[in-house]
Each structure stands twice: as C-alpha cells, then as structure tokens.
C-alpha cells in the first residue's frame, strides 16, 4: 500500500499513539476515526492491555468493533462479545521463563496476568510497584505459576530497561516465550507465538482483509511485529528508535493527534 492510499483497515496500538500523555482521546481524533470508519476502512485497536481493560480500551477507539488485546494473544469481537483467539502460557513455562531470566541477571520483580473478567486484579511479587490504578495484589510465585497466564511482566530494578529488553530476549527462547517491551520499566513475556501481528491477522482473516492492505500505527518496540506485518507502518515521533527505524514514515506525536492528522490527510487526498 503506497503513500497517501486509503487502506481496507487501520490498525492503531494505544498507549502512546493514539492516547495522549494525559490518558486521553481528543475529540478531533474521534471524530477523524469515526470519519474513516463511515469510509468504509475498518479501525482495529490493537494493544497490549489485556482483555481485563476492555471497556477501558474499548472507549479509546470507540468506532472499533474488533479489538486485539494482550499483545496479540486475545482477540475480541466487541459486537457480539465473542471471543476470537484466546492464548495461554501454562504456569510452568512461564515460571521457566523467570527462571532463565534470574540465571543471566540475579532476582527480579513478576506480576502475572490470568484473568480475563472486567477489572480483574494482577498478583504479582511483593515488591513489584504497579504504576497503574488498576488492581494489583500481592502473591506467592507457587501461587502465581500455579495455571495457565495470558502474560507476565518482569522487573529487573537495577537494570535500564533497554538493556534488560536485550538480556530478556538472549535467554528466553522463542520456544518458552515471546519477550517484548511496551514503553513501562518492565518487559513482558507473552506465549509462544503471540505477537500484534498474530493477533492483527485473526481480525484481518475474519474480514477478508490482507496485509497489504492494512495501514499500522504504533509507537514501542511491541509494534514492530505489527508494522512490518502490514502494508505500511506508521510511527508516531514519540516513537522508541527500534520501531522508527522499521516504519515507512514518521507523523505527529500522540500528544499532537498524530494518528488523526495522518488519517485526515488521507480523507482528504480520497475526497
């Protein structure tokens, strides 16, 4: 898909590119999604917030009937409440995971995600500091590694993030897991195989859209998956540098609409 062409679908990651630094949705970037959705063009958000924050995320992209969750791993139908892919890491391959990890590194902080109700709460290590006002509860790793997860995030305190993206991903084979890194001090360690782009093309095999015909904004290096996967990829200029070094361009920040201001552009290129 060239520059300045109308997609069949446009896939936007959330935090950091379509939300503002405030949490917030601007009403002219709902009103340029609901203008690109009355077009035609399929909007799909595709975040790795799991399927707990659905209405949360549901509202940030609200003409969106699809919504891919958990980094791909959870894929909703927001119509009929159907479930379209639902992926697990079982408790033990995760707990190999964490183990591989202290191996190369020494201790670190977990929290899992198992849940997938509406508000459900995170468990994690005693010690692992939340930064979000979602529920979050303390609990034993025999507990936490006791069933099958959508996801774990990993804190390595002593670490730049960045740095312990690479370690991460150095011992963790893709045969144990998918490691990734979505902005937060921590990374995550999703099942094998589940990437956004995995997670994008259950929505686009539904809907009988292909790739190439798929417009892809994001922001972190999570997005890479999904922006190489797509037609064109779109950074937003927040952007990690890993993910604007695979994108075919570069717009506006999140804080600037920049999601919207490129959709606009195309609106009014179609018209």
């Not at 609901?34 to 035609?40: A, D, E, H, K, T």
């Not at 020494?106 to 529920?135: C, I, K, N, Q, R």
């Not at 303390?138 to 730049?160: C, H, I, Y």
């Not at 037609?231 to 609409?257: C, F, Q, T």
Request: net charge negative; hydrophobic share 45%; proline share 6%.
């Amino acid at each position: 898909m060239g520059a300045g062409v109308l997609p069949r679908l446009v896939a936007t990651d959330l935090d950091g590119t379509l939300i503002r630094s405030d949490g917030t949705v601007s009403s002219y970037t709902h009103d340029v999604l609901r203008r690109v959705r009355s077009s035609g063009v399929e909007v799909v958000g595709v975040t790795g917030r799991g399927p707990r924050l659905r209405t949360l995320s549901a509202a940030a992209v609200d003409v969106s009937r699809y919504l891919v969750c958990a980094q791909g791993g959870f894929v909703l139908d927001l119509e009929t409440g159907g479930v379209l892919k639902a992926t697990r890491i079982a408790g033990a391959v995760a707990a190999q995971a964490v183990a591989l990890i202290e191996e190369r590194v020494g201790p670190v902080l977990v929290t899992v995600e198992a849940e997938e109700s509406d508000s459900a709460p995170l468990h994690g290590d005693a010690g692992f500091a939340w930064p979000y006002p979602d529920p979050w509860e303390p609990l034993d790793r025999a507990a936490m590694f006791s069933g099958d997860l959508l996801k774990l995030f990993v804190l390595a305190p002593e670490l730049d993030v960045d740095e312990f993206f690479a370690v991460a991903r150095s011992v963790v084979p893709p045969s144990v897991g998918e490691v990734t890194y979505a902005g937060q001090g921590f990374v995550e360690i999703c099942p094998t195989g589940v990437t956004k782009a995995a997670g994008l093309a259950v929505v686009c095999d539904t809907l009988g859209v292909a790739a190439a015909d798929v417009l892809a904004f994001g922001d972190m290096p999570n997005d890479i998956p999904m922006l190489e996967w797509a037609g064109r990829g779109v950074a937003v200029a927040n952007a990690h540098p890993s993910l604007k070094a695979v994108a075919e361009e570069v717009a506006r920040s999140n804080d600037d609409d920049g999601v919207a201001g490129y959709l606009e552009h195309l609106l009014e290129g179609e018209g």
